[in-house]
């Protein structure tokens, strides 16, 4: 018997890790220092924004370079249910998504409009107006930003009883609960891509991606596929935007609108690890970690030692990190090609 599958022993390996690697990451706190769960926050956010950014260019071809727009956007739309509205920090960062949401509709409705350079040049364009919008908002500090309040920041949903189960203070519990809300972002965004891409609604984004004409011809709606995906991305950042910003608790339109800390770096760790695969943005977020760590002290030779990496592995693999230890093994750890099986065969 005939059977189409996706799955591969190392798939079946890398899917009992990943649960296994959850597991854990929820004990970590227990005996973990709060550096490290500091450091696993940052790590956890950034993977997450660039596996939101690696689907919509890797998989969908749409090279966005304004994905600082949702990520601000977020973040603010977070202070303002908390610091006009009176929301609990944890609650207020759905507002982060559907802000990001709200943007990304008139984003897509002119950005859509426009092919390769263009499309880029139009998604940094429409996040710099966003970024002089939100810097004129009195209400939450203007161009000079924001923190936020001491009673809000004091009784977040949740930390409390963090507190009392591991015996933290206060800023540790709040520091705990931000890593486990960015764990379960991340798992979730990795596990909804999988499924994304091993559906049919990914069969028709790698189609549209590969050739938009082609794909129109034998019958795919390539508007809806890339509107589905780039708002869904969009709504996804946001959170992950408003997520970062409930632990800083500091905000400022140019640091929550940065194009090189949310764009340039999300960027980097994709192509770095390997753009249009799951794998690539993972180990790209742990090679941009380690070089931030071992250049933390050195200034501007921290870039630097990005742009050497950047040039290095575009000249060794093009493909990424990841692309390069995949073409010479076959190693899939989530495959997303079709595969044809014969029922007792090993795929």
Do not use: C
Request: positive net charge; without cysteine.
């Amino acid at each position: 018997m005939r059977k189409v599958t996706t799955r591969t022993r190392a798939s079946t390996a890398a899917g009992i890790g990943a649960v296994v690697l959850i597991a854990a990451g929820l004990a970590l706190p227990a005996v973990a220092p709060r550096s490290l769960i500091q450091d696993l926050f940052f790590i956890l956010t950034m993977l997450t924004l660039a596996q939101l950014w690696n689907l919509i260019a890797g998989f969908g071809g749409m090279v966005s370079v304004g994905q600082q727009a949702f990520v601000g956007l977020g973040a603010y739309a977070m202070f303002a249910g908390v610091i006009l509205w009176g929301w609990d920090p944890v609650p207020a960062i759905l507002l982060g998504g559907i802000a990001a949401l709200a943007l990304a509709v008139p984003m897509a409705f002119f950005a859509f409009r426009l092919q390769g350079a263009y499309f880029a040049i139009g998604t940094w364009v429409i996040a710099e107006v966003t970024r002089l919008s939100v810097a004129q908002w009195k209400m939450l500090g203007g161009g000079t930003g924001t923190s936020l309040p001491r009673e809000a920041t004091a009784d977040i949903l949740g930390v409390a009883a963090i507190a009392d189960l591991f015996g933290l203070r206060e800023a540790a519990a709040r520091d705990v609960l931000a890593y486990w809300l960015a764990l379960a972002l991340a798992a979730g965004t990795i596990g909804a891509i999988y499924a994304l891409l091993r559906s049919r609604l990914g069969l028709a984004l790698a189609a549209v991606r590969d050739n938009d004409n082609a794909a129109r011809s034998v019958g795919v709606d390539a508007g809806r596929v890339k509107w589905i995906v780039f708002l869904a991305a969009a709504a996804m950042t946001g959170l992950v935007g408003a997520l970062i910003y409930v632990q800083t608790a500091r905000i400022s339109p140019d640091a929550a609108f940065s194009v090189t800390t949310w764009t340039a770096y999300v960027i980097f760790i994709a192509v770095i690890g390997g753009i249009g695969r799951l794998e690539g943005p993972i180990v790209g977020v742990l090679v941009f970690w380690g070089l931030q760590t071992a250049f933390a002290d050195y200034g501007a030779w921290y870039l630097f030692a990005l742009g050497l990496l950047a040039i290095a592995t575009m000249l060794v693999a093009p493909r990424g990190i990841w692309g390069f230890v995949a073409d010479r093994t076959g190693l899939a750890l989530f495959p997303v090609q079709r595969r044809l099986r014969l029922e007792g065969v090993a795929a």
